[in-house]
């Protein structure tokens, strides 16, 4: 199943939380059900999805990373997480 949210201004889900485990020295999305290991460009999306606009997120991340046209990558990434339940729209909260 290959289904599009609409998600205009992300927010976790509720339960979920990111955090840096130093032990491991890994970025993690926490869940009721797991941890998701995120990478750096994950990490950095994750820690942003506060219910801003996705347009806000992107040019933040476009300054942070100093590179354009991440608009693909990041909606895919928005959807994977809302696909499985860690990520939702905060209009609908």
Do not use: W
């Amino acid at each position: 199943m290959n289904r599009n949210l609409n998600i205009h201004r992300p927010l976790l889900a509720p339960g979920a939380r990111y955090r840096f485990d130093e032990l491991r020295r890994q970025h993690q999305l926490l869940f009721p059900e797991g941890v998701l290991i995120l990478n750096e460009t994950g990490a950095a999306i994750v820690q942003i999805c506060d219910g801003r606009a996705k347009n806000e997120l992107l040019a933040d991340l476009e300054e942070r990373f100093s590179e354009v046209g991440l608009a693909n990558d990041l909606d895919e990434f928005l959807q994977r997480l809302a696909r499985k339940g860690l990520l939702r729209d905060a209009d609908d909260a």
